[in-house]
């Protein structure tokens, strides 16, 4: 097929640039790159006729071969290829690496954690109600961020459950044991009967949470996703601006593939 667009070019330069050996093989349907031989990057233009079930088989399909495939949408690469870039960095294990023991715990503000999340997680910062950060002297290398406690008396009448809502390492390092630390000092301060989070589908095969003792609860569906052509930004349907109807010329309809549901019980 090879590279016919200029922002997937700009994808292969900005690998090549990073020190990466860039393949790319053949498929009759989708845009691939393979990187050092394990991250398959796929290439999602924003107008296409896929659907989200041929995506998760393509995934998965790489998967059993033992490589992590990622689906790279055209908005997210122009407006977060830092971010991109240093998760494919991640997960290939080319980062620095800097050790949690070394660190401290420190509570953060939300602008603190935002600041943090926008510059360090694909996907930008989100409210919280608590924030801590492990610092190295004195600048911040992780962040994790998480709900208040929640009642579910589904389970019992006194079983309280926390969600962990972000994470995220500086950019270009993996702080060893640094998320397990920061996840350890929230229960421990918090004390809830289980903490559960999501990992994006187009982004995670959730490995991290798998290894650090959470089990997979639920696989949710994908979701339809509107995106302003004019701002790049992503609204799902029921947070649509109130002026939304009157403009649908300005956005168009793409979609993810859903998360992954995991749950750590303690």
């Given at each position: 097929?090879?590279i ?15 020190g ?6 053949e ?24 659907d ?60 603190q ?10 996907q930008?910062?989100?409210r ?18 998480f709900?208040?406690?929640?009642s579910?008396?589904?389970i ?31 229960i ?8 559960m989070s999501?990992?994006?589908r187009?982004w ?20 339809k996703?509107?995106?302003n052509k004019n701002e790049?930004?992503?609204?799902f ?15 168009v309809?793409?979609?993810?593939t ?5 749950i750590?019980?303690?």
């Amino acid at each position: 097929m090879g590279i016919k667009s200029v922002w997937q070019s700009k994808v292969v330069l900005a690998l090549e640039e990073t020190g990466l050996y860039v393949e790319h093989p053949e498929h009759e349907i989708y845009q691939l790159l393979l990187c050092n031989q394990k991250v398959v990057l796929h290439l999602v233009p924003l107008e296409n006729n896929y659907d989200p079930a041929g995506l998760i088989a393509l995934q998965a399909e790489y998967k059993a071969i033992g490589k992590i495939l990622l689906h790279l949408w055209e908005d997210v690469w122009l407006t977060r290829q830092v971010q991109v870039l240093g998760r494919i960095c991640s997960l290939l294990g080319i980062n620095k690496r800097l050790h949690a023991r070394k660190a401290k715990i420190r509570v953060l503000t939300q602008k603190q954690a935002a600041d943090f999340m926008d510059q360090h997680h694909l996907q930008a910062s989100a409210r919280a109600r608590y924030k801590f950060a492990l610092c190295i002297d004195e600048k911040i290398v992780a962040v994790a961020c998480f709900s208040a406690l929640r009642s579910m008396k589904n389970i019992s009448a006194t079983h309280k459950s926390a969600e962990l809502i972000r994470f995220a390492s500086l950019t270009g390092f993996t702080i060893t044991g640094g998320f397990s630390k920061l996840l350890k000092h929230f229960i421990t301060l918090m004390q809830p009967d289980d903490v559960m989070s999501y990992a994006d589908r187009d982004w995670s095969l959730g490995n991290a949470y798998a290894q650090s003792g959470f089990v997979l609860k639920e696989t949710t569906a994908p979701a339809k996703i509107w995106l302003n052509k004019n701002e790049l930004s992503r609204y799902f349907e029921h947070r649509l601006p109130a002026d939304a109807a009157s403009c649908l010329a300005d956005y168009v309809q793409i979609f993810n593939t859903g998360n992954l549901k995991y749950i750590l019980y303690l």
